[in-house]
């Protein structure tokens, strides 16, 4: 595994944290293609249950390293291929991996950084977490899903306003928003917080979780009846759980239940 992506284990909980703290972890070819991979082997790895997405250093991440993408344009290449090779990808994998995923969002998320952020299922910031939609400002329509997850966070009128005016959003207006789940006081608990969320949503159902996720993303989006239909489907697949039975079993018992994700 490259530098720029570190992977740690920690019993069940895997935090990965962009590692280029001197370009404020800018996504270049490299990182972006080792978080894409990363997250692929994750999605299936069945001893993972939850994931922690962290930055390295002052900042979570300010999005496309723009001197990277400056070469690309003196040579002639403008299509932004790495949309589809790298952001989407990495995007998709975000919004629907299958075990809960935590953002420790330390200082500020730019640009694609902050579209990652927003896909995450949690949020823990600071008190020098900012965001910006960042994309406007060189000229870019918003990417790596911010179309899709901003609106449903903040509201249309409110996402059309942060991607157009292209303004930083600090942490106190961002906890309000919606845009961080949680905002701890001192910006070093951001990571230490995080993992152990991570680490208590990775002792849960996490099976129950991931069903959790994929009727919401068709609730969202669907009618009353898509949304029956899903639940009807999600309910069939944890139902035959191990982890459900055991619960039963331990609420009957008047006992704590012990979930192995199964």
Known sequence: MTDSLLVDRTDAVVTLTLNRPEAMNALDVDLKEALRDTLATLETDKSCRAIVLAGAGKAFCVGQDLREHAEDLESGRTDLNTVRIHYNPIAQRLASMPKPVVA?????????G?????????????????????FANVGLAGDSGVSWSLPRIVGHARALELLMLAEPVRAPEAYGMGMLSRLEEDDERVLPAAQELAARLAAGPTVAYGAIKRELSIGDAG????????EA?????CGGTGDHKAAVSAFVAK???????R
Not at 223 to 230: E, F, I, P, Y
Not at 233 to 237: G, K, L, R, S
């Open 114 to 134: 902050a579209s990652f952020a927003l896909l995450a299922d949690f949020r823990i910031g600071g008190p020098k977490t900012s965001f910006l939609m960042a």
């Open 255 to 261: 006992q704590k239940p012990v979930f192995e994700g």
């Open 223 to 230: 009618t009353l009846s898509d949304a029956l239909a899903a």
């Open 233 to 237: 489907q999600a309910q069939a697949i």
């Open 104 to 112: 420790a969002v330390r200082g500020t998320a730019a640009g694609a």
